[in-house]
């Protein structure tokens, strides 16, 4: 069930459009950033507070690359698999993480902080091979950069406890 904050404020923000439905994107990553991702109970409450069908923001929220249906992990690792990044190197920063991580494309630690995810394109073609960290760019990946970019990402989930 939505937090009684959250769902004030959703429905507070779906009060002042014409449709609501226009808001469902919105919606979901509300609901997805409170519960890390968006799981059957909370997609059917957003659904029914968007006057939509479950099912019809299910195929939503299947549609978008930064909706998360199954959990995931504290930091999404997005590699762009991209033409522009193969041609550039892609497949070594993939390959390279997958090192690093102990996982697969679409795994997530066993720790739960990090889950490594092949996107179709990030619109960083002039900067490729393009990786997004929690939907932020970090500048073009190079081993050294990865490193710390993972480290960055271990010391906050450490300070948050």
């Not at 459009?17 to 994107?25: C, F, G, T």
């Not at 995931?72 to 698999?81: A, M, P």
């Not at 995810?117 to 950069?145: I, Q």
Request: hydrophobic share 40%.
């Amino acid at each position: 069930m939505l937090p009684a904050g959250l769902k004030e404020r959703l429905e507070a923000e779906i009060a002042h459009v014409e449709h609501p439905r226009e808001l469902a994107v919105d919606v979901m990553f509300a609901v997805q950033e409170h519960y890390g991702y968006l799981n059957d109970e909370a997609l059917a409450e957003a659904a029914t507070l968007l006057g939509m069908s479950p099912l019809e923001l299910d195929e939503l929220a299947t549609f978008y690359t930064f909706t998360f249906r199954d959990p995931v992990g504290k930091f999404v690792i997005h590699v762009c698999d991209s033409l522009v990044c193969w041609m550039t190197g892609g497949e070594s920063v993939r390959d390279y993480l997958c090192r690093r991580l102990g996982i697969r494309p679409g795994e997530t630690t066993a720790d739960g902080l990090f889950t490594l995810l092949p996107v179709c394109c990030v619109g960083y073609c002039d900067r490729s091979p393009a990786m997004l960290v929690n939907c932020r760019f970090n500048g073009t990946p190079t081993p050294e950069k990865i490193d710390g970019i993972l480290d960055d990402c271990r010391r906050k989930a450490a300070q948050a406890g």
